[in-house]
């Protein structure tokens, strides 16, 4: 499980530019859309589509955009929501596993570009279940130590449910079950506990530890792939050397 914080902290200081905050809305919007197709307008009701605004509300997505995603989510905005989802598995440098979740209306398109970018950046694109039985599907939350005490902030992280809590650095990592992430994130917060992430994601049962090069390289791949538009997260089972973290993260 270890490794989780890296590829978080690196996305939290790179942030997000302007030339790339359309495409980022884009995807959010994309999310927004689907778990409102799929669960209802409600959020109250639809865990997905909850955990979709607070993404786009952390990264200051206009409300107005939220509003009109779930129009289209739920018939009735213009252009609909025909996304699908589908997710590829493939390899990286150094033989590590990667899982690209996307959404998209064109399987064709979306296919050749993934494979694209896979054959470019050094890997090759798989079978379906090649990769996937690596993986567990989790909750994640990220907690910020800020000088607190790890102990005390695991045993909390325990009452409120976790299944497991990983120190990494200066952050606790606290893994859940799927279904009972926001059940532990709400219970964190009610005891003004700051985190600085909660997600769903897909969580290594094995890792990989990279040299620096092939560290770089596999980082250089990750990126390409979450840049492609259709990309809504791509998982690895590697582990980031401190090196290659920081200087990803400049």
């Excluded at 902290?9 to 999310?31: H, P, S, W, Y």
């Excluded at 589509?49 to 018939?75: C, F, S, W, Y």
Aim: charged share 30%; aromatic share 4%.
């Amino acid at each position: 499980m270890s490794g989780h914080s890296k590829w978080a902290q690196i996305k939290r200081q790179k942030g997000v530019n302007d030339a790339r905050r359309g495409q980022l809305f884009t995807k959010l919007g994309r999310e927004i859309s689907v778990a409102a197709r799929e669960g209802g307008a409600d959020p109250d009701g639809n865990f997905r589509l909850r955990l979709a605004i607070q993404h786009a509300r952390e990264n200051n997505m206009p409300m107005d955009n939220v509003e009109r995603a779930i129009k289209r989510g739920t018939g009735g905005g213009e252009g609909g929501a025909n996304f699908e989802e589908v997710t590829y598995e493939g390899y990286g440098p150094g033989g590590t596993a990667l899982m690209v979740r996307a959404l998209t209306d064109n399987r064709n398109r979306t296919v050749s570009d993934v494979r694209s970018v896979f054959t470019r950046g050094g890997g090759n694109l798989g079978e379906s279940g090649c990769v996937a039985w690596i993986f567990d599907a989790r909750g994640v939350i990220s907690v910020p130590l800020d000088g607190k005490d790890a102990d005390e902030l695991t045993l909390e992280a325990i009452d409120a449910g976790a299944d497991d809590v990983v120190g990494e650095e200066d952050v606790l990592v606290v893994y859940t079950a799927p279904q009972d992430l926001e059940k532990v994130r709400q219970a964190l917060q009610s005891k003004h506990i700051p985190l600085s992430d909660a997600e769903q994601t897909m969580v290594p049962k094995t890792t990989v530890e990279l040299d620096d090069r092939t560290g770089e390289q596999l980082y250089r791949l990750i990126e390409r792939l979450e840049d492609l538009d259709d990309t809504q997260a791509v998982y690895s089972n590697s582990i980031l050397s401190d090196a290659v973290a920081e200087k990803m993260a400049g």
